[in-house]
């Protein structure tokens, strides 16, 4: 008998009213905002009346680079939150919401698996309470606005050669990335050329996730640098009175959403940048909601550790403040055995020598985290591939780095087959032996930042600035930019920027063809080698088996 599919194992699920699992958490039913029965928004007056109370501890989730064998990221996430609550220990779950181009393209969705979910599925991984379509309405207002300025006489003088801001959608789409608009005549504006990012790549997406309240939003969206005049002046939002009508569009969304478990338990599910191109975490607002209400909290950052943790770590935890209290690496033996050089189609078969050979990965990733001064647990995801001798491996390595690795079932089993790994987590995050401290300091210079990153995250021998990078990396610094942390760009797939380049390469080079200001986000993005803003569906991408069956149910995504 075939093992049920993610989506008819949560279609399955038992699950509980939101006023019930708020009530986990202490908060009351009037402070929530019902979407249907089985999730809320929080409300902002709730929220600003837990400023007084004591701060939870943090736990961070992430892993090793991603293959196409799986790691289980957001799964073990959940099992790990799941399985804290078993051993009594109050804990609440922060996870991002899911992007529409992943799930109809490839990667899937971003509520867990097996039975290790977060509920309901299919909700969070389409629409669900709308915060995507807000912000890409909010991100595209702006765009209007620019162009709707320009054609009415331009009294900012923008230069329409150097507007860098460009539109959104939430959905893989490779022929806009690069376009001409303004065709038609002097009716439909002035011809520029521009081009589309995807919704969680938006500058929008990442001040929604760093901003503090509602206000501090509106002050984020005013600092969005829409572009310049021909005298290198910047133009702002604000400039073009954007922010306030922005804010008016994202009000519900910056209000974070509360979902359950399979067990049901409390997951506060928000924002959602990627990690490749944009810093990858859920919003500050939920995760700080989350460690007033619980005594732990469990949250991800996106794909692997050199992108997702150092974001998370130098961009989100720097600038509000937070502080790890323990980091759990995710792993599986598949995976390793791919870093170390087994094709796809031969994971099955026993190959312990690959997992050691792969076991460099592992290793480079809780080298980078510890770097941090956060204490690090690994989580070997299990596999019913997988043999003792191969676990074993992979235990013997990590217990030759100082640290332990766990096997988990929590996929299989839920919080029960993780229950081990929660009480260790539990008891280095209660040690207090975290010293938790940036890469760099604020006022590095942006190019030794990148270099930083580069050299001690990824192990490169070499950065190099290709010409407009250069000429963008000027310009930032002169506009008074240039403490501002970094957000790397770069393929999730390796250390180096060659998303073929396995295990942990050394003496690499790093190509950097773009600076990108997010000065209301707060951070400059540094686009590394290929990786694009914009993402394209595969040949044979997930929509075609997407579909409704003759109930009414979706079937397909997953």
């Not at 892993?63 to 289980?72: F, Y």
């Not at 509106?218 to 804010?247: F, S, Y």
């Not at 792969?358 to 299990?382: K, M, Y």
């Amino acid at each position: 008998m075939s093992q049920p599919s993610d989506i008819e194992i949560a279609r399955a699920a038992r699950k509980k009213p939101i006023q019930e699992i708020g009530a986990r958490l202490g908060i009351p039913p009037e402070a929530l905002l019902p979407y249907g029965h089985d999730k809320a928004k929080l409300g902002q007056d709730f929220i600003r009346g837990l400023e007084d109370r004591p701060d939870g501890r943090l736990i961070l989730v992430t892993a090793i680079n991603p293959t196409p064998a799986g790691e289980g990221k957001t799964t073990t996430t959940v099992g790990l939150g799941d399985a804290l609550n078993r051993i009594g220990r109050k804990t609440a779950i922060c996870l991002r919401e899911a992007s529409l181009g992943p799930n109809f393209g490839m990667k899937g969705g971003a509520a867990g698996g097996g039975h290790a979910q977060i509920v309901p599925m299919e909700d969070m991984n389409l629409h669900f309470t709308g915060d995507f379509h807000a912000i890409t309405a909010a991100h595209n207002l702006l765009s209007a606005m620019i162009d709707n300025h320009i054609h009415w006489g331009n009294a900012l003088e923008i230069d329409t050669r150097r507007v860098s801001w460009r539109r959104v959608m939430d959905m893989n789409d490779r022929a806009l990335r690069d376009c001409v608009i303004g065709l038609g005549g002097p009716a439909n504006g002035f011809a520029r050329e521009s081009g589309f990012d995807i919704t969680v790549a938006s500058e929008v997406m990442a001040i929604l996730c760093l901003a503090s309240d509602l206000a501090d939003l509106e002050r984020r969206l005013g600092a969005i640098v829409i572009g310049w005049t021909r005298d290198r002046r910047p133009v702002h939002a604000r400039d073009l009175k954007a922010d306030g009508a922005m804010t008016v569009l994202l009000r519900d969304a910056m209000q974070p959403n509360l979902v359950q478990t399979l067990e049901n338990n409390p997951a506060f599910v928000h924002g959602g940048p990627f990690a490749n191109i944009a810093h990858g975490c859920n919003s500050v607002i939920a995760t700080r909601t989350a460690l007033k209400l619980a005594d732990y909290v469990v949250t991800e950052a996106g794909f692997g550790a050199d992108l997702g943790a150092e974001k998370f770590f130098d961009i989100k935890c720097r600038k509000a403040g937070l502080k790890p209290a323990a980091a759990v690496i995710v792993a599986t033996v598949r995976a390793l055995k791919m870093n170390g050089g087994v094709a796809r189609e031969d994971l099955a078969a026993e190959n312990v020598d690959a997992v050691r050979t792969g076991c460099a990965n592992l290793a480079r990733h809780i080298e980078n985290v510890t770097g941090f001064g956060v204490p690090v647990v690994v989580a070997i995801n299990h596999f019913h591939s997988d043999t003792e001798a191969e676990i074993r491996a992979v235990q013997d390595h990590v217990a030759g780095l100082g640290t332990q690795a766990v096997l988990c079932r929590h996929w299989a089993e839920g919080g029960r087959g993780a229950e081990e790994l929660a009480r260790k987590v539990a008891d280095l995050a209660d040690s207090g032996v975290a010293d938790f401290a940036p890469l760099y300091p604020d006022e590095m210079g942006i190019a030794e930042k990148i270099e930083t990153i580069a050299r001690r995250i990824y192990r490169a021998g070499e950065v190099v600035l290709e010409p407009a990078a250069r000429d963008q990396l000027r310009a930032i610094e002169a506009g008074g930019h240039g403490q501002l942390p970094v957000c790397m760009a770069k393929t999730q797939y390796s250390f180096s920027t060659d998303p073929g380049l396995l295990g942990a390469p050394e003496g690499h080079k790093i190509p950097v063809r773009e600076l990108r200001l997010a000065a209301g986000a707060g951070f400059v993005v540094a686009i590394c080698g290929e990786i694009m803003t914009m993402p394209g569906l595969p040949r044979h991408p997930a929509a075609e088996t997407i579909r409704l069956n003759p109930a009414g149910e979706i079937e397909g995504l997953f």
